[in-house]
Antibody, heavy 117, light 107 residues
Framework: QVQLQESGPGLVKPSQTLSLTCTVS??????????WSWIRQHPGKGLEWIGY???????YYNPSLQSRVTISSDTSKNQFSLKLTSVTAADTAVYYC?????????WGQGTLVTVSS | EIVMTQSPATLSVSPGERATLSCKAS??????LAWYQQKPGQASRLLIY???TRAADIPARFSGSGSGTEFSLTISSLQSEDFAVYFC?????????FGQGTKLEIK
């Protein structure tokens, strides 16, 4: 069973860059047919899909965030990462990493990132 | 993008009773709909995909139906562990989009 664990700072200052890493165990991010995704949830709100990096290294981002998002991977560490630039208070959310085929098959537990000075 | 709308926002049901949750898509998504369960402090889990197919190890009391733009999730006899937040998600198109969630609470 694939397990995912998010890590990174829980507090980021406005205008700075949010950086999170997802460590994958129980499976390889090189496995064909899988997408490694980031999803966020604003406090008390629904889920917003941020983007993915595929097993082949291709990426796709939500157009609403595309100008500020980069997702990358480190296959040697079986990790993938999220960078979100120029953050504001509106980026305060729980951030989840996930594994998708067509559906989101596995989720991390999520990590709260607060944007505040 | 495809907008997913869930109702109600909160549903109060007694244990042992049936609960039915609704999800509507802003355009046809055929049967490309999934349901997820979210509990505090736990990883969310996939319950239903292809609108009506239970994921591995999901109890038979969970069932999904619908196609096109209207979908529902039914839990036939609520157990204590079923009280949680439920999300629907379309996977017809990118970006993937989710409903706002239905909180299922104990009455």
């Amino acid at each position: 069973q694939v397990q995912l664990q998010e890590s990174g700072p829980g507090l980021v200052k406005p205008s700075q860059t949010l950086s999170l890493t997802c460590t994958v165990s129980g499976g390889s991010i090189n496995t064909g047919g899988y997408y490694w995704s980031w999803i966020r949830q604003h406090p008390g709100k629904g889920l917003e899909w941020i983007g993915y990096i595929s097993y082949s290294g291709s990426t796709y981002y939500n157009p609403s965030l595309q100008s500020r998002v980069t997702i990358s991977s480190d296959t040697s560490k079986n990790q993938f990462s999220l960078k979100l630039t120029s953050v504001t208070a509106a980026d305060t959310a729980v951030y989840y990493c996930a594994s998708e085929s067509t559906t989101v098959d596995y989720w991390g537990q999520g990590t709260l990132v607060t944007v505040s000075s | 993008e495809i907008v997913m709308t869930q109702s109600p926002a909160t549903l109060s049901v007694s244990p042992g009773e049936r609960a039915t949750l609704s999800c509507k898509a802003s355009q046809s998504i055929r049967s490309n709909l999934a349901w997820y369960q979210q509990k505090p402090g736990q990883a969310s889990r996939l319950l239903i995909y292809a609108a009506s197919t239970r994921a591995a190890d999901i109890p038979a009391r969970f069932s999904g139906s619908g196609s096109g733009t209207e979908f529902s999730l039914t839990i036939s006899s609520l157990q204590s562990e079923d009280f949680a937040v439920y999300f629907c998600q379309q996977y017809t198109d990118w970006p993937r989009t989710f409903g706002q969630g239905t909180k299922l609470e104990i009455k």
